[in-house]
């Protein structure tokens, strides 16, 4: 079983159109959605939800109001202000979106009137598209713990791989260099990292593969819309022969990924011409990289 995993160093690179034309030529595959604070995979393959679950990456402190006595601790030692006083019962009660989850209000509460279960953070998904099975998650307005979540759909992806026999699974990891990108990339075998010929493009290239380097991760790059400034994709090369990574494909700038966009496709269905070819291209030479490190 082999993992790719598309990735950017910015957002807006053409990621998640890149999987979803993956996707469609794939014959045997897996998907992941591990880009969990801006999912968006879904759009393309309008997946049929097939099982539902809450997804907790933390914490949160609650206060029971029958044994809250109002002496405020709680709020003296929370360092994020997120208890306040209920002016109304003179009761202590906590701010969903203020508190972290660190315990310390429970720790010190003299009368045991927090309590302190898990949060509800976002859920996660198991649905069937036309391409196959999706792993995918939503994660909540400014929830945190994304990490964990990509880290557990990967998981899932991989147990359904194995279920199904199948030998490819194809993920949609975050852009950036965060906690989120770390867990989508660990242990893969290849990341693709999709780029774009603009100077914070080139800039953003240079630091996802170093962390790539630095996880042990084979990488190769894919530039899209190249054409919309050649000499920028023309210092991506460089940068990319310089350090020994392999510049798969240039991908042209056109119209049909948004035209196919807004009818739920990717653009391999949508056109088999111009940049569509250049896709496919994409594809079987990432297919051979893979083949090339077994």
């Given at each position: 079983?082999?993992?790719?995993?598309?990735?950017?160093g910015?957002?807006g690179?053409?990621?998640?159109?890149?999987?979803?034309?993956?996707?469609?030529?794939?014959?045997?595959?897996?998907?992941a959605?591990?880009?969990?604070?801006?999912?968006?995979l879904?759009?393309?393959?309008?997946?049929?939800?097939?099982?539902t679950?809450?997804?907790?990456?933390?914490?949160?402190a609650?206060i029971?109001?029958?044994?809250?006595?109002?002496c405020?601790?709680?709020?003296?030692?929370c360092?994020?202000?997120?208890?306040?006083?209920?002016?109304?019962t003179?009761?202590?009660t906590?701010?969903?979106?203020?508190?972290e989850g660190?315990?310390?209000?429970r720790?010190?509460?003299?009368?045991?009137a927090?309590?302190?279960?898990?949060a509800?953070?976002?859920?996660?998904?198991?649905?069937?598209?036309?391409f196959?099975t999706l792993?995918?998650?939503?994660l909540g307005?400014?929830?945190?713990n994304s990490?964990k979540?990509?880290?557990?759909?990967?998981?899932?992806?991989?147990?359904?791989?194995?279920?199904?026999?199948?030998d490819?699974?194809?993920v949609d990891?975050?852009?950036?260099?965060?906690?989120?990108?770390?867990?989508?990339?660990?242990g893969?075998?290849?990341?693709?990292?999709?780029?774009?010929?603009?100077m914070?493009g080139?800039?953003?290239?240079k630091?996802v593969?170093?962390?790539?380097?630095?996880?042990?991760?084979?990488?190769?790059v894919?530039?899209n819309?190249?054409?919309?400034?050649?000499s920028n994709?023309?210092?991506?090369?460089?940068y990319a022969n310089?350090?020994?990574?392999?510049?798969?494909?240039?991908i042209?700038?056109?119209?049909?990924?948004?035209?196919?966009?807004?009818?739920?496709?990717?653009i391999c269905?949508?056109?088999?011409?111009?940049?569509?070819?250049?896709?496919r291209?994409?594809w079987?030479?990432?297919?051979?990289?893979?083949?090339q490190?077994?």
């Amino acid at each position: 079983m082999k993992e790719i995993v598309v990735i950017s160093g910015k957002g807006g690179t053409g990621k998640t159109s890149i999987v979803g034309c993956f996707a469609a030529l794939a014959q045997n595959a897996v998907l992941a959605d591990c880009d969990v604070d801006a999912a968006d995979l879904h759009l393309i393959l309008k997946p049929d939800i097939k099982e539902t679950h809450d997804f907790s990456g933390g914490k949160q402190a609650r206060i029971i109001a029958d044994k809250c006595k109002g002496c405020g601790k709680c709020a003296e030692v929370c360092k994020f202000d997120a208890i306040a006083l209920d002016s109304a019962t003179q009761k202590y009660t906590v701010k969903k979106t203020g508190c972290e989850g660190c315990g310390v209000c429970r720790y010190f509460c003299p009368v045991d009137a927090i309590a302190f279960a898990n949060a509800v953070n976002g859920q996660w998904f198991i649905s069937e598209t036309r391409f196959g099975t999706l792993a995918h998650a939503k994660l909540g307005p400014g929830e945190e713990n994304s990490g964990k979540l990509v880290t557990l759909l990967r998981k899932k992806a991989k147990e359904i791989a194995q279920q199904q026999d199948k030998d490819l699974i194809i993920v949609d990891g975050s852009p950036g260099i965060g906690c989120p990108v770390i867990a989508s990339i660990t242990g893969a075998d290849l990341a693709l990292i999709v780029t774009e010929p603009t100077m914070s493009g080139l800039h953003d290239l240079k630091r996802v593969a170093s962390l790539a380097v630095q996880m042990n991760v084979p990488a190769a790059v894919c530039v899209n819309k190249y054409d919309i400034n050649k000499s920028n994709t023309k210092k991506i090369e460089e940068y990319a022969n310089a350090n020994q990574i392999t510049l798969t494909e240039k991908i042209a700038y056109s119209n049909d990924f948004t035209a196919a966009q807004i009818q739920a496709e990717s653009i391999c269905e949508y056109t088999t011409n111009g940049s569509a070819e250049h896709v496919r291209n994409l594809w079987q030479k990432t297919l051979k990289i893979l083949e090339q490190k077994e």
